[in-house]
């Protein structure tokens, strides 16, 4: 029974020196974990936290503002779409009411062209009779 405890108490120191190397490793020196976890997080993990929260509430009200910008842009937009609509059915009505004067100018020409036309046509005709009249005689 003595020889068990003295091996049980051998392997224990060796756990616990390969358990202190490990901290050396880690840590540089050996640290009482259980009093690391009481201790809770020191002044610098605060310190960031509180910066932390600072830029993310500085980022909030950025995005906000930029959000109120875009929507402000887009009014705009839809505002310049509208008055665009409005001037090209604006150019669409002003084009149809000069295609109609256009046909009133044509007509109106037309109607005075061809009664000049057939005046001109009746004296021509007129002028080959009578020479032809006199070229019979």
Known sequence: MRKQINENKKARNDKEREYNERQMLRFGNLIDLDSLEVSGPSQAVLDKQMEYQRVEKKCIRDIEEKEAEL????????????????????????????????????STNKAIFVDDDNAEKKKMKDLKEHFKQKLEM
């Open 71 to 106: 929507q402000k842009t887009q009014r705009e937009l839809t505002e310049c779409v509208q008055k665009n609509t409005d001037l090209l059915e604006m150019i669409r009505r002003e084009g149809e009411k000069q295609l109609e004067l256009n046909k009133k100018l044509d």
